[in-house]
């Protein structure tokens, strides 16, 4: 009889078979610093994760460095909101002063979206007659990323999904000598539910409508995929999958068709499922959590955005 269990019947033949392998270096963890924030507040759902305050997004780095993290995204939200954003100064601000105190220590990604600035929560700018303007939209994207990069940010990462704002990013950045500062564009990102957590954390939400004009419908696969291939094309130098578990079957269709690495994000209704879970009883969590890594990188992802990043090492992971 075939019996595929002899390879399953102790840890060191399991280890010796194991074909996924990742470290700590390839989890990203997510960092949320509020403008005029005077103490950290509580995520619901995201355990381990807090709104932080500059001063106390200092203290958390340090820790998460201290805990192997070496990739951080940065979402910044800021006291203001308008209708069209010109200036992202509490962001670039709190870039500056994670980079001047740790250097070259921590590799910080940051999100590039309008929505956590726009007093209408979506992430584009609308024209006096509530069309959306795309025009204005790119414009107020490729200042956003000037004045990260320009800030000290190591990585653009545009979360927004309209059409051309890679290009755009890219060739401002080239424009104004920021040629080495690498893109990773959210580029096949689906409209979904497991975005609520953020939301509140981001202070994010839509006011009116929904975001199913500009993120992708979970049915079409062929946009799924012409959406990474278009952010290569425009110049994108890593690419990701969002909602992680539920766009598992595109990370290797978009690498092979591609060449570049494609990573997951972990979205926060994701990692919230399994806090939840956790709360009533019904898994470990530090078990499942690993278990959805290794699912990530068994399905090819090369890096894995987590909310859970800074236990990794804790959760025995390498690094
Ligand atoms: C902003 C942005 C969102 C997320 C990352 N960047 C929310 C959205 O597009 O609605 C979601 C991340 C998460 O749920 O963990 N554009
Ligand atoms: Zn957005």
Redesign the pocket.
Known sequence: MKRLQRLRKNQWTRDLTATTEFNVAQLIQ?LFVVEGLSQDQDIPGLKGNRRLTLQSSLKQVESDLEAGVRNFIL?GVPQAKMGTPRSFQSTAQTVKEIKSRFGGAANLWV?T?L??YTDHGH?CVFHQSGSRDHVGTLKALETMALELASAGADGISP???MDGRVAKIRSALDQAGFEDTPIMS?ST?FS?Q??????A??D?A?QFGD?TQY?IDVRNRNDAIAASRRCAEEGADLLMV??GMTAIDLIKPIHEQTGLAVGA???????ASLVLLEKEGLINFEKALQETWQVFKRAGAQFI?T?GARFGRQLGVRG
């Open positions: 997510p979402f999100d979206c929505c956590s992430c979360s927004d999904m959210y990102k979904s497991f975005y609520g957590p953020f939301r954390a981001a994010s839509p975001r993120q969002k909602p994000y972990q979205v926060s209704g994701e990692y955005i909310y």
